[in-house]
């Protein structure tokens, strides 16, 4: 089979998916040191399964990714694919690896183990040891090599090392399959030990099955037993149960018979009672009408004492007032010749209150002249007040009107002086 082309992308110095198609003419890659002709023959082994970081010139799987430059940022995986194609069969296999230490290897788009791509390539004489790829040294490395080594690589290049290794897994398979047969015969000869133990207990087991059948018919007997006294007693308790249902019956009529005089004696009580009920009412009635008269007779004797205290308090009354009555007298006679008194002073000072009056009337004239004269005073200065102040807001007026025309005046200065400079500048 011939290498048709190879595409990578991410391998060494390869960021972008560049791919290289060997057409029939192709012997060679040339270019200048640097281009990356060492990475395509590095990515040939990778793809065919070379795992030794050596051969890759690396010193993990992880320098195979490209670390990024100050263009490109670093990439997260490696990807190459390698395509074989005879006459008869085309072969694409692909090999990928992940930052993160996955890899994964693929061979015509399935998923498959690295194991099964060796196989398929050995079969077809291909593999990734390095004669296959003659680098700077390998001819003078072979050359020199012992006589093992160069027919390693001999049986290699023939094509029966895959051979070799298929017979080196199947002796590997037989040791491991010796390895059974002895655990089997010790396995067998623990069985063996342990075949006694089992026979005991399986003849054991043969007379706890006996023993049990026995105990069930046993059982089996004795619960029929008990069926049959179950089922007598059962006959008994009905024919219990019968009279005892007659015996009912008989009760239940008499206890009709009996609730009917229990109903009978019950209403004659219930009349009884009602009688009874109407004499306590007279009787409560003539016992409250006794307490009411009871009541009565008490408040009027109560009433005739009270009368006869007011008598007595009257009579001695009577005698302190007729002796009051004469001190009254007297004092009355002295109350009059003090009231002649009193009305001849009180004619005096009479007169002398009109000739007050008159006075007072004669000043209450003037004093009202003079309120007349002061409001009218008092308004002449409040008129006179009001001008002052319109006087005074309108001299405000005027001071703020000449400050203005003050600061326009100012202004138009400022202006003239501004226009004659620029007069005098566009002059000069």
């Known amino acids: ?99 993160s230490g996955e890899s994964e290897y693929r061979m015509n788009g ?34 020199t090599s012992k006589p093992v080594e160069k027919r390693l690589l001999l049986e290699e290049a023939a094509g029966t090392a895959y051979y070799k290794t298929k017979k080196r897994q199947a002796q590997n398979k037989l040791e491991i399959s010796e390895q059974n047969l002895t655990r089997l015969e010790d396995i067998i000869s623990e069985v063996s030990k342990a075949k006694n133990s089992l026979q005991r207990q399986a003849s054991a087991a043969i007379k706890y099955r006996k023993l049990r059948e026995k105990i069930r018919q046993l059982t089996s007997l004795n619960y029929r037993k008990k069926i049959i006294q179950i089922e007598e007693n059962l006959h008994n308790v009905t024919r219990q149960y019968e009279k005892c249902q007659r015996q009912e019956k008989e009760a239940a009529s008499l206890l009709k018979t009996e609730k009917k005089n229990l109903s009978v004696r019950r209403k004659e009580v219930w009349d009884l009672e009602e009688s009874i009920k109407e004499s306590q009412k007279t009787l409560y009635a003539l016992r409250s009408q006794l307490s009411q008269l009871e009541t009565d007779r008490d408040k009027e004797s109560k009433r005739i004492e009270f009368v006869q205290e007011q008598k007595t308090r009257a009579i001695t009354n009577s005698e302190e007032v007729k002796q009051e009555n004469l001190q009254i007298a007297q004092e009355k006679a002295e109350v009059e010749k003090e009231s002649e008194n009193t009305h001849q002073a009180h004619s005096e000072k009479k007169k002398a209150l009109n000739q007050a009056d008159s006075e007072n009337q004669s000043s209450q004239d003037k004093l009202e ?7 009218a005073l008092r308004n002449e200065y409040f008129q006179k007040l009001s001008e002052h102040t319109e006087i005074k807001n309108e001299n405000v007026r005027i001071e703020k009107e000449i400050e203005l025309l003050a600061r326009q005046e100012e202004k138009l200065k400022e202006q003239v002086s501004k226009e004659r400079s620029l007069l005098h500048h566009k002059n000069s």
């Not at 991410?10 to 281009?35: C, D, L, M, Q």
């Not at 074989?84 to 069969?89: L, R, Y």
């Not at 002249?369 to 409001?375: A, C, G, I, Q, R």
Request: charged fraction near 25%.
């Open 1 to 99: 089979m011939l290498i048709k082309k190879i595409e990578l992308q991410g391998f060494k110095s390869f960021p972008e998916k560049t791919k290289i198609i060997f057409h029939s003419g192709i012997t060679a890659i040339v270019g200048p040191n640097g281009t990356g002709k060492s990475n395509i023959v590095d990515a040939l082994i990778w793809a065919l399964g070379g795992q030794r970081s050596k051969s890759l010139k690396g010193e993990r799987s992880e320098d195979i990714i490209f670390n990024g430059n100050t263009q490109k940022p670093p990439m997260g995986m490696a990807d190459v694919i390698l395509s074989f194609a005879d006459e008869s069969e085309e072969l694409i296999i692909n090999h990928r690896v992940f930052r």
């Open 110 to 143: 399935k998923l498959i183990r690295l194991k099964d791509i060796q196989e398929a390539l050995w079969s077809r004489s291909i593999s990734d040891k390095e004669y296959f790829v003659i680098e700077q040294g390998q001819i003078g490395l072979f050359l």
């Open 369 to 375: 002249k003079w309120s007349n004269t002061l409001e």
